[in-house]
């Protein structure tokens, strides 16, 4: 259940990070279903994540303040109670963070981590707690310009345009967590089509991705994943699919609002 509504949130897999066109703006909402589906079970979402921008000042600049919510939904909080909170801080004019906190609460497991960028010394300061009652820990990691944590990089990778794409070449990118950097191989497959209900059809461009850590040593389950972003100029993700041992976990837009450009569908 952790894996499955932290899947929409670690999606920041698509190209190497440079500064292009930002395609988001002020007050821009993302939400996504998640859930399971398999050969004999129907999808069924489970949980509910969504992203927003807002802009805000932070350190005496402006910054994209993103916030990232994943939540089991009414229905099953019973079974699995999970809200996992995501805040990240980006400087308008360079894309790179400036901060991050995590919030996590599943059921009686909590984490809390705040990460502090210092870009000149190219190194993030990082505070992480395991349980309630646990002591903090600290840890401080060298940075390049292109280790950022997973919020940042979600948001980033969007502002790549299409045409830097290279399909069939897998590529490497580092994801920040709290003690550690991973490596996300990605690999562009090519354009599809999406289909999501009560949106249409959209044009997308699909990728294939796979998680490690940062010895280069994959995960069992649900970190070798699909991902389809919008073929248009917003490049938002549309769906993320992760196979697992039977069937496979899920995440796909349901709601948008405030994007910069109007999301075009294909026309019935």
Partial sequence: MRRLLSLCIFIAIAVQ???????????????????????LVPKTPVGRATLRCDINRHEGRPHYKITANGRTLPFFRWFYDLNDTYTSQIDTATLLPSSLK???REEKYTFDAEFDYDWDSCKVNTIYKKGSWAKARTKSI???????DPVA????????????????????????LE???RIITYTYLGEDVVKLKGIGKVASHKFTCTIATSGVETFKDGTNFF???SADDNRIPLWIESPIRVGSVLAYLTDYKNLRTELRTIPK
């Fill in 17 to 39: 990070v440079q500064a292009q066109d930002v395609p988001f703006d002020d007050k821009e909402s993302l939400t996504y279903a998640v859930g399971y589906r398999a050969k």
């Fill in 102 to 104: 995590i919030t996590l």
């Fill in 142 to 148: 060298a940075l390049e310009k292109t280790h950022f």
């Fill in 153 to 176: 990089l979600f948001y980033n990778l969007r502002t790549i345009p299409p045409e830097e794409y290279r399909k069939d070449v897998p590529t490497d990118l580092h994801m920040v």
């Fill in 179 to 181: 003690d550690t950097v």
């Fill in 227 to 229: 991902l389809w972003l």
